[in-house]
């Protein structure tokens, strides 16, 4: 197959993690032909993230598999509408619509247990006389929260090196829903502590995706990672690829 009709898969991390949650499934994507990219995402805000995985998109030569994991998902639903996205696959993540936040969409549900565990930090913002706030999880609740099926060693790592999420991102609405006009895939962590796996039902199916429920923590492409690239596999043959 020639390099420009070959799809790259579009990695997209979510908030209090980063590209490296992806480690199990990249080997599973390239075996299978797949380029794949994992950029790390600056977190910084949903707008402003959305505008950088979108830059990243632009580059890739051919097109993209657009996957998005927890916050990521919410990423892709804005940076989804790039021109050569070809389909969306949403991991435990949020599916927003226009004019939705992340804060709206899942205050429709019982909290899963995450904002009694969350630790709020100020940080710089350059040119502004103000904090931002960053929003990460309290490390000893990390890994019943967040990685419960993973290696106890893996989770106490993942614990101490979280990508915090401003918090600015949890209130800003999204401008656009790319599934609206492409193709939808979405996996349901059943045992999600992080997000309430309703949350993840209601966005996915709202979308009319192509759903499936895997048993599993939060952190699915790390204990589930053959059925995370299958969906991706799905997903791929299904836009012709």
Same mark, same amino acid.
């Given at each position: 197959m020639?390099?420009?009709?070959?799809?790259?898969?579009?990695?997209?991390h979510?908030?209090f993690?980063?590209a490296?949650?992806?480690?199990r499934?990249?080997?599973?994507?390239t075996?299978?032909g797949?380029?794949?990219l994992a950029?790390?995402?600056?977190n910084?805000?949903?707008?402003?993230d959305?505008a950088?995985i979108?830059s990243v998109i632009r580059a890739v030569?051919?097109?993209?598999?657009?996957v998005g994991?927890s916050?990521g998902?919410?990423?892709?639903?804005l940076a989804?509408t790039e021109?050569?996205v070809?389909?969306?696959?949403?991991?435990?993540?949020y599916?927003?619509?226009?004019?939705?936040s992340l804060?709206?969409?899942?205050?429709?549900?019982?909290?899963s247990?995450l904002?009694?565990?969350l630790?709020?930090?100020?940080?710089?913002?350059?040119?502004?006389g103000?904090?931002?706030?960053?929003?990460?999880v309290?490390v000893d609740?990390f890994?019943?929260?967040?990685?419960?099926d993973?290696?106890p060693?893996?989770?106490?790592?993942?614990?101490?090196?979280?990508?915090?999420?401003a918090?600015? $991102?949890? *209130? /800003?609405?999204?401008?656009?829903a %790319?599934?609206? =006009?492409k193709?939808s895939?979405?996996?349901?962590?059943s045992a999600?502590?992080?997000?309430n796996?309703?949350?993840?039902?209601?966005g996915?199916e709202?979308a009319?995706?192509?759903?499936?429920e895997v048993?599993?923590s939060?952190?699915?492409?790390l204990?589930q990672?053959? $059925?995370? *690239? /299958?969906?991706?596999?799905e997903? %791929?043959?299904? =836009?012709g690829?």
């Amino acid at each position: 197959m020639p390099r420009h009709a070959r799809p790259t898969v579009v990695l997209v991390h979510g908030a209090f993690a980063d590209a490296s949650g992806f480690a199990r499934v990249v080997p599973e994507l390239t075996a299978a032909g797949l380029d794949v990219l994992a950029p790390a995402v600056p977190n910084r805000g949903l707008v402003d993230d959305a505008a950088y995985i979108a830059s990243v998109i632009r580059a890739v030569e051919g097109p993209v598999i657009l996957v998005g994991h927890s916050y990521g998902g919410a990423v892709i639903t804005l940076a989804g509408t790039e021109d050569n996205v070809r389909a969306l696959v949403y991991l435990a993540g949020y599916a927003l619509k226009e004019g939705e936040s992340l804060g709206e969409l899942q205050g429709g549900f019982p909290d899963s247990g995450l904002g009694e565990a969350l630790v709020y930090t100020p940080f710089p913002v350059p040119g502004s006389g103000e904090p931002g706030t960053d929003v990460s999880v309290a490390v000893d609740r990390f890994p019943a929260l967040f990685a419960a099926d993973v290696a106890p060693d893996l989770a106490a790592v993942l614990a101490v090196s979280q990508r915090p999420l401003a918090a600015r $991102a949890f *209130a /800003e609405p999204a401008p656009v829903a %790319a599934w609206r =006009t492409k193709p939808s895939w979405g996996l349901v962590a059943s045992a999600d502590r992080t997000i309430n796996p309703d949350v993840e039902r209601y966005g996915y199916e709202r979308a009319g995706m192509t759903t499936v429920e895997v048993d599993s923590s939060h952190l699915v492409m790390l204990s589930q990672p053959k $059925a995370v *690239a /299958e969906l991706i596999l799905e997903a %791929a043959r299904s =836009t012709g690829h």
